[in-house]
């Protein structure tokens, strides 16, 4: 199991531009990928599931991948963090 | 004439027929089925179906609208696809055996009231998006297919609400406004409306009155004005208000994003003035360069008392935030003459313009002056702030006003509050006095600004608010323009740059000559930044130039 942290800095938050990129990079990998934030947890691969979680600016998003690529999910997607959200 | 007052969320107006839009309320007959199986394909069917329509859309929108606008149908193109939407569908379908119409839009309402149920405006709006993709499978299930609805002639749209898939399904070609009972500043229907420059007004209640259907009515997306069957004096003012849009518009749509430099190469920096907030947005729209005069006595008129530091340096920072980037001149207090402010109970003067006002009052009650450096100097951390003192007449006054300023820095300092320590200071030039001894006061400043409507008053003795001296008031006195180009050189010389924020900064026949005397900046009113920089691009002055200069001799 991976997992890691960031603090969104779009003053949008993970509004649903974000969110379906986000759906779309989670989808290209076999892990589960599952997203934490002030206690609620969402699956990164439902669109849905991931607009449920309204996480806003400045909140922190701990990104737990576990599965057979979660290596290289985990630096794919810590660069779609920094580079999205 | 009735009129409807809703939110303007797209400027512009609009003339044309009322055409309301009305959604076929195909009311779903929810009924038992036997094969649920059979009932799930049908479902899986439609979602084919409306997952192509969506990536029809999408081409469609991002030809029309550019992708980041059309995103928002591969969002449903996803939400079609999200497996807790089709569990929750299936689930309907096989354990309750109830038909594919009324799974999907009982698991519609629970999702949108998810959305509409979060405390975030842009996750409510969500809401609509659900429905909006229930509703095209519904649609498609009901071999109801949503074609929104044909228009023969351009006419102005009425509807409920419209959902991003219908706006976009419209003719653009045919669309002269859009107006909408419900709907918010954040649904994809306003933000479409803005990016295709299109007149909307959301919130408009009432509009959908069937009686209102085909009549005349103008629509005016700047205030959310709607007048059905105006009378002609309306008809009249708002026709001069769309012509005046579309000059602007048309001028826009060529200069925005040029840069103000004359044939011959000479830059020059185009500001706007604004007498408060909400004139931000124009300073935008017109592609302004910066904020060149920031009244800061709005604050002072329109408060009952003395503002207090905190809501002068919430107003400031806010300014400096909106800007983003570009310099801001905000000008200090300057009141009396004809502003005058009841709670600073100043003596009642025989000649006002010549009495106590703007730096006068800030010198002989410091409190208040320092009240508003302090508020000042705390916003200047947030973007590209530049002080402006008005009414100037000698050294001295500089001298006191730049050590007040010191005081303040000195305080934030002691109590740790950051600010910009190189914060430009300036003065405004519009005394004759200052005019004269600009030499001396450029030495103590970063940069002036001329404000030629005082320069003129003073220098001409002329009341320009008495309608009697008119033919005595010759703007383009040549004692004027000699001042301005003194003031000008001076200023090079001590290697400070200078502007003008007065009227006559719009005046676009005098523009060729404060090029050629090397005027740095000119601040006009938003609306006048578009015509005054056509005329800058039309400039050569090189050849000129000395001709022009002569003329002042």
């Known amino acids: ?85 | 004439m009735t009129t409807i007052q809703g939110q303007g969320v797209c400027g512009g107006v609009a003339f044309g027929k009322l055409k309301l839009l009305r959604k076929s309320s195909g009311k779903i007959q929810r009924h038992h089925i036997e094969d649920a199986e059979k009932e799930w394909e049908r479902f899986q069917n439609a979602r084919e179906t409306a997952s192509r329509q969506l990536n029809d859309l999408y081409e469609k929108a991002c030809n029309e609208v550019g992708e980041e606008n059309a995103m928002i149908f591969d969002i449903h193109r996803m939400m079609l696809e999200d497996l807790d939407y089709l569990g929750s569908i299936r689930t309907y379908i096989q354990e309750q055996k109830i038909n594919a119409e009324s799974a999907v839009s009982m698991t519609a309402e629970t999702f949108s009231e998810m959305f509409a149920s979060m405390d975030n405006s842009y996750m409510q709006a969500r809401a609509a998006d659900v429905k909006d993709i229930s509703d095209r499978i519904i649609a498609i299930l009901s071999k109801n297919e949503v074609d929104g609805f044909t228009l023969n002639e351009p006419a102005i749209i009425g509807a409920e609400d419209l959902a991003p898939s219908e706006t976009v399904q419209l003719d653009k070609s045919k669309i002269l406004a859009f107006i909408t009972e419900k709907g918010s500043a954040a649904s994809h229907t306003s933000i479409l409306a803005r990016t295709m420059n299109i007149p909307a007004v959301i919130g408009a209640e009432g509009i959908m009155d069937d009686t209102f259907a085909d009549t005349d009515i103008i629509v005016d997306g700047f205030t959310g004005h709607i007048y059905i069957d105006p009378d002609m004096q309306t008809v009249l003012e708002m026709q001069a208000k769309k012509q005046q849009t579309e000059r602007q518009n048309e001028l826009l749509a060529k200069l925005k994003g040029i840069k103000p430099v004359t044939k011959d190469g000479q830059k020059i920096l185009l500001y706007a003035n604004i007498g408060s907030l909400e004139d931000m947005p124009a300073v935008y729209a017109n592609d302004a360069m910066g904020v060149g005069l920031f009244r800061s006595e709005f604050i002072f008129l329109e408060s009952k008392t003395y503002p207090t530091e905190d809501e002068q340096f919430s107003i400031y920072k806010s300014a400096l935030q909106k800007a983003m980037g570009k310099r801001v001149i905000i000008r200090t207090l300057d009141i009396g003459a004809d502003k005058q402010v009841d709670y600073f109970s100043m003596p009642k003067e025989e000649n006002p313009a010549m009495g106590v006002r703007a730096i006068r009052i800030c010198l002989t009650r410091p409190a208040i002056f320092k009240t508003q450096l302090r508020a000042l100097y705390r916003a200047s951390i947030f973007g590209h702030l530049a002080i402006m003192f008005p009414m100037i007449t000698s050294l001295s006054e500089v001298q006191q006003v730049k050590e007040l300023c010191e005081e303040v820095k000195a305080e934030l300092r002691e109590e740790q509050i950051p600010f910009r320590e190189n914060t430009e200071l300036g003065i405004m030039i519009e005394t004759p006095a200052s005019a004269i001894i600009s030499d001396k006061l450029a030495k103590e400043v970063d940069f002036f600004s001329i404000g030629t409507n005082d320069l003129t008053q003073y220098t001409l003795a002329i009341d320009r608010q008495n309608p009697d001296t008119t033919p005595f008031c010759d703007l383009h006195h040549l004692a004027i323009l000699r001042l301005i180009h003194t003031v000008v050189e001076n200023a090079h010389k001590a290697g400070i740059w200078t502007g003008i924020c007065g009227e006559l900064a719009g005046d676009l026949s005098l523009t060729e000559l404060f090029l050629a005397m090397g005027v740095d900046e000119l601040s006009v009113s938003p609306r006048l930044i578009l015509p005054l920089k056509q005329k800058v691009l039309s400039c050569d002055v090189s050849e000129i130039k000395d001709n022009l200069l002569q003329k002042l001799k």
């Open chain 1, 1 to 85: 199991m991976k997992e890691f942290e960031y603090t969104i800095q779009d003053a949008l938050g993970i509004h649903a531009r974000p969110a379906g990129l986000l759906v779309k990079e989670a989808g290209k990998f076999q892990s589960d990928i599952t997203l934490n934030v002030s206690g609620k947890s969402g699956d990164a691969k439902r669109i849905f599931s991931v607009m449920a979680l309204a996480v806003q600016q400045g909140d922190s998003v701990k990104v737990i991948i576990e599965g057979s690529d979660e290596d290289a999910a985990l630096t794919e997607l810590k660069q779609f963090f920094q580079a999205n959200l």
